[in-house]
């Protein structure tokens, strides 16, 4: 079972922020967060990870709680084309690339 | 730098056939994780290799079966189909460390008839 719980869906309206939350209360000291996003019938996308601290780059933000029980990716300025499924993920092991994603959030970006 | 390449992108079997598809990770990329995407069940991890071994495996039935080869291409076989095996089946490369992003293949969608 993924570790972690997102809301199902989402909107937001194009041009606004998106905040998209994310649970991990069972998070370990040496796990990252990772978010990735799914376009409708393309592979899973990178957008993002961290591990305590708050990291950005040129597609979004990832804010992790101090006691990093949970997180929120932001996209700044969301356009049409970042409707997608979006997946926050929890390394399950120390090591290795077995990443369990869960249902996801499904964010529609509105015109 | 090219992307992650499948093949081939679709493929039709009929059930209690076997089926081979085909990972080409990013140049100088280590690691290949496989992936089967259902709607009712999601994505689900099936392996990982590393340097040519196995060094994740997930839940699924020993009909599904990996490789990799020296040059970190990866073929994973699926053994005697059933019908809920079709899926689109996607491939990640991974430079393979502890906090590496994947980037995935565009998959390939297996229909089992």
């Known amino acids: 079972d993924a570790k972690t719980t997102q809301p199902p869906s989402m909107d937001c309206a194009e041009g606004r922020a998106a905040n998209l939350p994310c649970n991990h209360s069972?998070?370990?000291?040496?796990?990252?967060v990772y978010w990735y996003r799914q376009i409708h019938s393309q592979g899973p996308q990178y957008i993002i990870h961290?591990?305590?601290n708050n990291e950005t780059n040129e597609m979004a933000s990832l804010i992790i709680t101090e006691d990093r029980k949970s997180s929120t990716l932001i996209l700044p300025h969301a356009t049409l084309r970042d409707t997608a499924v979006y997946y926050c993920?929890?390394?399950?092991?120390?090591?290795?690339?077995?990443?369990?994603f869960g249902p996801g959030t499904r964010l529609s970006v509105l015109p | 730098k090219a992307g992650v390449t499948q093949t081939p992108r679709y493929l039709i079997k009929t059930r209690g056939q076997q089926v081979t598809l085909s990972c080409s990770p990013i140049s100088g990329h280590r690691s290949v994780s496989w992936y089967q995407q259902t709607p009712g069940q999601g994505l689900q991890f099936l392996f990982e290799?590393?340097?040519?071994?196995?060094?994740n495996k997930g839940n699924f039935p020993g009909r599904f079966s990996g490789r990799q080869f020296s040059n970190s291409r990866s073929e994973m076989n699926v053994s005697t189909l059933e019908l809920g095996d079709s899926a689109l089946y996607l491939c990640a490369s991974s430079l393979g460390g502890n906090d590496n992003e994947q980037f995935f293949g565009p998959g390939t969608r297996l229909t089992v008839l």
């Open positions: 290799y590393f340097s040519e071994t196995q060094r």
């Open positions: 993920i929890v390394r399950v092991d120390g090591y290795g690339q077995n990443f369990v």
């Open positions: 961290g591990l305590k």
């Open positions: 069972t998070i370990s000291g040496n796990e990252y």
